[in-house]
């Protein structure tokens, strides 16, 4: 497969009155073209951070994109561009749905202006023809009433339109990568399936590779090809949809799937919960970072930090359980199937 963008050992730090934070410690992994790739992980482990990264859109300071870290989006280096190559790169290159379209949306401008802002930039038209490539956009994210929704204001659209207008800004280049960061937050759950059935469509229609970054291993479930679970800063988990569902390797993986309610769970039951809190990023542990949280722990996690074991040809995971002189443990029974 053709490789569209290339992450290797990315490291973002914080610095605030308290130290330096760092947010993102070596992170590497390759997106190709075409495929939707999936961060998972609990809020703060860095998965917003390493998106904001890859569209340098980091503040510094008190943030910092570390020497040493590599962004290669189609042989050209985003840690070297400048301001103006930046406003090319965004957008025509690589464009990110954020969290919160409430806050995203300029509440004082009509959602067609704010579509066809980009689309003056990158495609080069004037602003009448913008705006009606806007109002082609908002028909093809399933707005009805279009050319009506696109002279109103952010506050007129319901939580699923307001998305959907995110969505239209996103892709009105047709950007070769899309980042959708917690693209269903706040959404009922009949809305998520919707944004997620729209962005996957879309997807197979204009061939755009996506990186869905997310919390919630149930949204990934039916769309991702490959997935990456995050915890304090590091993937420490990687492989196929069908691996991390039905052979997961890590024991925060197990809890990440143990924690997910399915159609065989008993309403009176409780969901399972990980206890403990993750580690302090201004003084990281020495060893494994999920070591404190681990009910396997051994003195060794606690020593050094795990290599990075090979479970196949694409699923790696970094666990001392796989060093071969670790003692063999039993699996939880993970109900998934329904996931």
């Known amino acids: 497969m053709n490789k569209v963008l290339e992450v290797e050992n990315l490291r973002v730090s914080f610095h605030t009155y308290a130290g330096e934070v760092q947010s993102v410690r070596g992170v590497s992994f390759v997106l190709n ?18 998106a904001k990264a890859i569209m340098r859109l980091i503040t510094t300071p008190p943030g910092e994109i570390k020497s040493g870290s590599k962004i290669i989006c189609e042989d050209k280096d985003v840690l070297s561009m400048n301001e103006k190559e930046l406003r090319c790169f965004r ?46 956009m908002l028909q093809v994210v399933g707005i009805p009433n279009a050319d009506k929704r696109a002279r109103q204001y952010p506050h007129e659209f319901s939580g699923g339109m307001r998305q959907r207008a995110m969505i239209a800004i996103a892709l009105a280049c047709n950007p070769k990568i899309l980042i959708a960061d917690e693209p269903t937050t706040a959404l009922d759950v009949t809305i998520q399936a919707q944004i997620m059935e729209l962005i ?17 291993l149930g949204v990934v479930a039916d769309v991702a090809d490959r997935i990456q679970v995050m915890y304090a800063g590091e993937i420490i988990e990687r492989g196929t949809t069908n691996e ?23 309403n009176k039951s409780n969901l399972y919960s990980l206890g403990g809190t993750p580690p302090d990023l201004i003084k990281p542990p020495i060893g494994c970072p999920f070591a404190e949280r681990c009910e396997y722990c051994m003195p060794i996690c606690k020593e050094a930090e795990p290599a990075v074991t090979k479970i196949s ?24 199937k329904n996931i």
């Open 91 to 136: 957008g025509a290159e690589v464009s990110m749905i954020f969290q919160d379209p409430m806050t995203s949306l300029n509440p004082t401008m009509i959602v067609g202006k704010q579509i066809a802002e980009s689309i003056v930039i990158h495609r080069e038209l004037n602003k009448k023809e913008a705006f009606n490539a806007a109002v082609k």
């Open 200 to 216: 996957s469509d879309l997807q197979q229609k204009l061939g755009t590779a996506v990186i869905l970054v997310t919390h919630d």
């Open 313 to 336: 040809e694409t699923q790696e995971v970094s666990c001392w359980l796989k060093h071969a002189m670790a003692p063999k443990v039993e699996k939880p029974k993970i109900l998934n």
């Open 33 to 50: 073209k075409g495929e939707t790739l999936a961060v998972v992980g609990e809020s703060g482990c860095g998965k917003t951070v390493t």
């Open 244 to 266: 991390i569902f039905y052979n997961p390797q890590h024991p925060y993986t197990w809890a990440l799937l143990q924690s997910v309610p399915n159609l065989s769970t008993d």
